[in-house]
């Protein structure tokens, strides 16, 4: 199995531009989080899909922020127009859930490193 | 609001050493507890505990889960210095509450 795959692994870019994250989560799994690591925040989840459909997206910083999950399958979290302060590693996990009777153990992919000028 | 507090926030301790990490939480809804090491790169799962007073142990690590008094703690015995790393407690129902993490470093 290759785990949770995350691209890109690093991402520099400038303030203003549009950046997109992407994911593969474990096949099979019916549960996918998105996850922003800082320094001085720790670990925040940002979005949680089950079954493809956002359940809880309360995490999101602001509207800038947007996450899809078009199939089982692939995800992306989009930042549109990226700051400075969403400098961050950019965590991708999935987990098989009976229901929502979770939670389960995530596999968190390998993160995307990402630096706004 | 809920909320999980892991303690200390860091330690140093040498080599061959028994460190002890604690996991209290203040949730609505609880079903499990889970403990995950972080070292360089993302987190790895350790345990899930569920029940209270069942230790589930792994090697040299062991966890145990206080549902009364909210609580769980993680022992590393003869610790090594690749358990160096931050331990990450996480507490939830459908979806996971993360503590802060504790660091830990082993020295040699």
């Known amino acids: 199995d290759a785990g949770v795959i995350q691209s890109p692994r690093h991402e520099v870019t400038e303030m203003g531009q549009e950046v997109t994250l992407r994911c593969k989560p474990i096949s099979g799994h019916n549960s996918l989080f998105w996850y922003r690591q800082t320094m001085m925040r720790g670990l925040e989840l940002l979005i949680y899909?089950?079954?493809?459909?956002?359940?809880?997206d309360s995490g999101m910083p602001e509207d800038r922020f947007s996450a899809k999950m078009p199939n089982a399958s692939f995800s992306t979290l989009k930042i549109q127009p990226s700051e400075p302060r969403d400098s961050a590693v950019y965590f991708c996990?999935?987990?098989?859930?009976?229901?929502?009777?979770?939670?389960?153990?995530?596999?968190f992919g390998p993160g995307t490193r990402l630096t706004v000028l | 609001e809920d909320k999980v507090v892991q303690s200390p926030l860091s330690l140093v301790v040498h080599e061959g050493d028994t460190v002890t990490l604690n996991c209290s939480y203040e949730?609505?809804?609880?079903?499990?507890l889970l403990w995950y090491k972080q070292e360089k790169k993302a987190p790895t799962f350790l345990f899930m505990l569920t029940s209270s007073g069942i230790e589930k142990k792994s090697g040299r690590l062991s966890s145990i889960l206080d549902k009364k008094e909210l609580f769980s703690i993680l022992n590393i015995t003869a610790t090594q210095t690749g358990d160096s790393a931050i331990y990450l407690c996480?507490?939830?129902?459908?979806?996971?509450?993360w503590g802060a993490g504790t660091k830990l470093i082993i020295k040699p």
């Open positions: 899909f089950n079954n493809n459909v956002p359940i809880d």
């Open positions: 949730v609505t809804n609880f079903r499990s």
């Open positions: 996990a999935s987990s098989f859930e009976i229901g929502l009777g979770g939670p389960a153990e995530q596999f």
């Open positions: 996480a507490v939830g129902y459908y979806q996971l509450i």
